[in-house]
């Protein structure tokens, strides 16, 4: 028996928006082997298994795959280990040492975006274009954006993990990574149906995501895995 956080991370300003994740911070009950089973019974887009809070020590899982980093996964966990008076400055996934911070009401992480699952990225013309794109299935791992106001960074965004096993992502911290290497400047994403993202890219070739995260509930579980 565990306890399951469940949170929204990369909420819009106005509480919209945000995508779901599942927190074992008692990760460590859970032996490696049972990992992935526990994440696609669980079903979120990711679930995260805390070995070690005070060292900040994780593992990352979707439904079908374990990630080396993933951006709205270590904020969300950065965002409840704070919240439940665990706050650490280094976030410990298999994709090496992650600093993290709070600023106000968003939670970051500094990385380089290849340690996380890199897209195909595509700009198009418009807002509208993005709006409009259609699922494109198979095992494309694909995200489309386009500018909403460029003079103020804002940007709108798209994402399609279908290679593992997400048809369409709320909101995407890799993705968000990526973006911000790629356009090089301060950005605000704008995904999914209200989710906002934070891009910051630093000089050293790493990039700040964050976010605004709330929990939504805890509660016992159990898995037949896990009995």
């Given at each position: 028996m565990?306890?399951?956080?469940?949170?929204r991370?990369?909420?819009?300003?106005?509480g919209?928006?945000?995508?779901?994740?599942?927190?074992?911070?008692d990760?460590a009950?859970?032996?490696?082997?049972?990992?992935?089973?526990?994440?696609?019974?669980?079903?979120?887009?990711?679930?995260?298994?805390?070995?070690?809070?005070?060292?900040?020590?994780?593992?990352?899982?979707?439904?079908?795959?374990?990630?080396?980093?993933?951006?709205?996964p270590?904020?969300g966990?950065a965002?409840?280990?704070?919240?439940?008076?665990?706050?650490?400055?280094?976030?410990?996934p298999?994709?090496?040492?992650?600093p993290?911070?709070?600023?106000?009401?968003?939670?970051w992480?500094?990385?380089r975006?290849?340690?996380?699952?890199?897209?195909?990225?595509?700009?198009?013309?418009?807002r509208?274009?993005?709006?409009?794109?259609?699922?494109?299935?198979?095992?494309?791992?694909?995200?489309?954006w386009?500018?909403?106001?460029?003079?103020?960074?804002?940007v709108?965004?798209r994402v399609?993990?279908n290679?593992?096993?997400?048809?369409?992502d709320?909101?995407?911290?890799a993705?968000?990574?990526?973006?911000?290497a790629?356009?090089?400047?301060?950005?605000?994403?704008?995904?999914?149906?209200?989710?906002?993202?934070?891009?910051q890219?630093?000089?050293?070739?790493?990039?700040?995501?964050?976010?605004?995260?709330?929990?939504?509930?805890?509660?016992?579980?159990?898995?037949?895995?896990?009995?």
């Amino acid at each position: 028996m565990t306890t399951l956080h469940t949170l929204r991370v990369f909420l819009g300003p106005d509480g919209t928006g945000g995508n779901p994740l599942g927190v074992l911070l008692d990760g460590a009950a859970v032996p490696p082997a049972a990992r992935q089973v526990v994440a696609a019974d669980l079903g979120f887009s990711e679930t995260v298994f805390v070995d070690d809070a005070a060292t900040g020590e994780l593992s990352i899982f979707t439904p079908t795959v374990e990630l080396p980093l993933a951006g709205h996964p270590l904020v969300g966990t950065a965002w409840l280990l704070a919240h439940t008076g665990a706050a650490v400055a280094t976030l410990r996934p298999p994709a090496g040492d992650v600093p993290t911070w709070g600023d106000g009401e968003l939670t970051w992480i500094r990385a380089r975006q290849e340690w996380a699952t890199l897209y195909d990225v595509a700009q198009l013309e418009t807002r509208a274009d993005v709006d409009g794109f259609r699922v494109p299935g198979g095992d494309a791992m694909v995200a489309v954006w386009a500018w909403e106001d460029e003079s103020s960074g804002r940007v709108r965004a798209r994402v399609f993990p279908n290679g593992i096993g997400i048809e369409e992502d709320e909101a995407t911290g890799a993705a968000a990574l990526q973006l911000g290497a790629l356009i090089g400047r301060d950005i605000v994403i704008r995904q999914g149906e209200g989710s906002e993202l934070h891009a910051q890219p630093g000089d050293d070739g790493t990039v700040a995501v964050g976010g605004r995260v709330e929990l939504v509930g805890a509660r016992s579980y159990a898995s037949r895995v896990t009995a």
